[in-house]
């Protein structure tokens, strides 16, 4: 299919207003959307201005959820504030802790729909994994996030929400009066757009999320912090570049179309010639340093000498480093992790061409909470009880 073909999806998208007579929450509106919100709210035009940057610091920087907080506002105009909107995020439903620290949520949005989140901690820093999608459509074989059904886009408010979600579990809002950085190094100081769902199919979300992430008045995280993981919608790449500006990391784990036609799907309709040529620009617009290309490594499938070189030959060009990922396995899946001499020997073939060639230390296992792993409970729960079924001879039965 031809690049410049239009990128459809079949998803729900729902509105920012409640139903009738409800408030609107303002979690997730751009800086515009919420002076048009509050002009519309009866604000003078020559206050909206001022009156976001009040509100915008008390919600984003300081983590207040509650109108009455704002101290700096007048007490009529707060109980304005409090009539029309609402400052209301994604629930968690539950978290677990895995042996090594990684967190994962479970994270309930609006509709009753369920995403995973994920905290992994390092030494002098943390990443949380976002979700941007209820499911995912892109259906690679070996991701246990592509067995389930796109449900539909998370908005920008569940975006950011799961932000907030996890600086609120680690207890890192700064007091009020004070800067985020006046408490030492962040807990949170790295987001990345690896969570389920193709962050590039939910684009205009995903954009306002991050500009609210990254406002300097807010939650205050650089660009060079977020990085968005793409599987390769090559039309939407250039326009990451344009108007986010993030690292930009691509799951690309194959060496020849007709493997990564078999893993990566979307290979069918942008193939690894045109996603190349788009990410060979993506550094010169975006002024990112370079390209993470992600590579999982699966035994017999993608792990040879021969896919080592024919790898750092078609990057050949490019600001990259290649992220090398042991398979993390789920129940069911077709594939195996690669044995750990042979992931080592391919690391050894892409660091000799002059390539950083990390391998990615399998994080949370135990919860799964590794790349690839993310499924929500309730179509994990959902699958368990159709396979209880069949093996029973109970499907279909009355």
């Not at 408030?23 to 002009?39: E, F, Y």
């Not at 109108?67 to 909107?85: G, I, P, Q, W």
């Not at 992994?120 to 892109?138: A, D, M, Y």
Request: with cysteine; glycine share 8%.
């Amino acid at each position: 299919m031809a690049a410049d073909a239009p990128i459809t999806q079949d998803v729900v998208t729902i509105p920012r207003k409640l139903p009738e007579g409800g408030r609107l929450n303002i979690v997730g509106l751009t800086r515009d959307a919420l002076r048009a919100a509050l002009i519309e709210m009866g604000t003078p035009e020559k206050q909206a201005k001022m009156r976001v940057n009040q509100v915008w610091q008390w919600i984003y920087h300081w983590g207040v959820r509650d109108f009455s907080v704002m101290t700096n506002l007048a007490k009529d105009y707060r109980a304005k504030l409090e009539a029309h909107f609402e400052i209301a995020l994604p629930e968690i439903v539950s978290k677990q802790v895995s042996a090594d620290g990684t967190r994962k949520y479970l994270v309930r949005i609006a509709g009753g729909h369920e995403v995973e989140t994920v905290y992994i901690p390092e030494e002098g820093r943390g990443t949380l994994c976002i979700s941007s999608q209820v499911g995912c459509t892109l259906t690679c074989s070996f991701c246990h996030t592509g067995t389930q059904k796109l449900v539909r886009n998370l908005t920008a408010g569940e975006i950011v929400g799961q932000v907030m979600l996890a600086r609120d579990d680690l207890d890192e809002w700064p007091a009020p009066g004070t800067g985020t950085g006046e408490d030492g190094p962040r807990l949170l100081s790295n987001i990345v757009l690896m969570g389920m769902g193709e962050p590039l199919y939910n684009f205009d979300n995903v954009r306002d999320a991050m500009k609210i992430v990254m406002d300097g008045e807010g939650i205050a995280l650089s660009r060079r912090r977020i990085t968005l993981s793409t599987s390769g919608v090559v039309p939407e790449i250039a326009r990451c570049a344009e108007e986010i500006g993030c690292l930009m990391a691509v799951s690309f784990h194959a060496t020849t179309d007709e493997v990564r036609n078999k893993l990566v799907p979307i290979n069918k309709r942008w193939n690894i010639e045109e996603l190349l040529n788009a990410l060979r620009e993506y550094p010169r617009l975006s002024n990112s340093e370079r390209i993470t290309f992600e590579y999982v490594m699966l035994k017999d499938v993608n792990d040879s000498d021969a896919d080592a070189r024919r790898l750092v030959n078609l990057i050949k060009g490019i600001p990259a480093k290649i992220n090398l990922i042991p398979f993390n396995e789920w129940p069911g899946a077709p594939y195996e992790r690669s044995d750990w001499e042979r992931i080592e020997r391919f690391a050894d073939i892409v660091h000799k061409a002059g390539y950083a060639s990390p391998i990615r230390t399998p994080r949370g296992e135990d919860i799964m909470a590794a790349c690839g792993q993310l499924k929500s409970a309730t179509e994990r729960a959902r699958k368990s009880r159709a396979q209880i079924a069949a093996e029973t001879g109970l499907d279909g039965a009355a």
